[in-house]
C-alpha cells in the first residue's frame, strides 16, 4: 500500500523569498509521484510529476521538485514566492509497478506574504 | 465539454436520505477516480475505474458508499442513508491512461467538486 506525509500544515513566506513544501512517501514498486494545487474557489490543478529520469522536476508556474529515492522524498520548491502562490498544495503517488490508485497527502497550505 | 463536470455543484440533504453525485470525465479518458475532501483534511481516496476493468473500490468507507461507470463514460456516486459525517466535498477526476507502461500523461484532471451537506 501506498501513502504520503506532508508534515507541514502550513507554511509561511515573505514574497521573493524561496518556498519549500515538504513531501515524503511510502510505495512498494516505483513512485509515480505528484504535486497539485488548489487556488481558493478553484478546482484542483497538475503543477508537476515525476515518473522517471532527472530526479529535478520543472512545471508550472515556476515550480520544481526534486526526488530523492534514499530519502523518499518529493519536495516542491520556488526560487522566489509570489503572494498568488497562496493556495493549498497536495502531494500524491502511486505505485508505478502495479495499481493505479492515487494516494494523496493531507495538504499543506502556502502563505506568501506581500 | 473541455473540463470534468460535476453536478450538482452544491447539495443539501437530511440525514438518511439517499443522494447521487454524477461525474462527466473528458471526452475520450479511460481512467475515472472519486475523492472526498473533508473540511482540514486531505484527498480521501474512494474508488478508481479504469477502462472495463474491476473498479478498485477499496477507498469506499462504507457499504453506504457505491459508484458505477456506464459505458465506460458517465460516473454516478450514490450515497444511502446519508450521515452527518458524509459532509464533503466529493471529487471526480478523469485521465488518460490506459495501462501501466502506456506513457500516457498520467496527470489527473479534477472536476470543481460537489459539495454536500447533511443536515
Known amino acids: 500500500a501506498q501513502s504520503v506525509a506532508q508534515p507541514e500544515d502550513q507554511v509561511n513566506v515573505a514574497e521573493g523569498n524561496p518556498l519549500t513544501v515538504k513531501c515524503t512517501y511510502s510505495?512498494?514498486?516505483?513512485?509515480?509521484l505528484f504535486w497539485y494545487v488548489q487556488y481558493p474557489n478553484r478546482g484542483l490543478q497538475f503543477l508537476l510529476k515525476y515518473i522517471t529520469g532527472d530526479n529535478l522536476v520543472k512545471g508550472s508556474y515556476g515550480f520544481e521538485a526534486e526526488f530523492n529515492k534514499s530519502q523518499t522524498s518529493f519536495h516542491l520548491k520556488k526560487p522566489s514566492a509570489l503572494v498568488s502562490d497562496s493556495a493549498l498544495y497536495f502531494c500524491?503517488?502511486?505505485?508505478?509497478?502495479?495499481?493505479?490508485?492515487?494516494?494523496f497527502g493531507a495538504g499543506t497550505r502556502l502563505f506568501v506574504k506581500a | 465539454g473541455a473540463g470534468v463536470s460535476q453536478s450538482p455543484s452544491n447539495k443539501v440533504t437530511e440525514k438518511g436520505k439517499d443522494v447521487e453525485l454524477r461525474c462527466d470525465p473528458i471526452s475520450g479518458h479511460t481512467a475515472l477516480y472519486w475523492y472526498r475532501q473533508s473540511l482540514g483534511q486531505g484527498l480521501e481516496f474512494l474508488i478508481y475505474f479504469q477502462g472495463n476493468s474491476a473498479p478498485d473500490k477499496s477507498g469506499l468507507p462504507s457499504d453506504r458508499f457505491s459508484a458505477e461507470r456506464t459505458g465506460g463514460s458517465v460516473s454516478t456516486l450514490t450515497i444511502q442513508r446519508t450521515q452527518q459525517e458524509d459532509s464533503a466535498v466529493y471529487l471526480c477526476?478523469?485521465?488518460?491512461?490506459?495501462?501501466?507502461?502506456?506513457?500516457?500523461?498520467?496527470?489527473?484532471?479534477f472536476g470543481s467538486g460537489t459539495q454536500l451537506s447533511v443536515l
Open positions: 510505495v512498494s514498486g516505483n513512485p509515480y
Open positions: 477526476a478523469s485521465s488518460t491512461r490506459d495501462r501501466v507502461y502506456s506513457g500516457g500523461d498520467e496527470k489527473l484532471f
Open positions: 500524491a503517488v502511486r505505485d508505478g509497478d502495479g495499481g493505479f490508485k492515487t494516494i
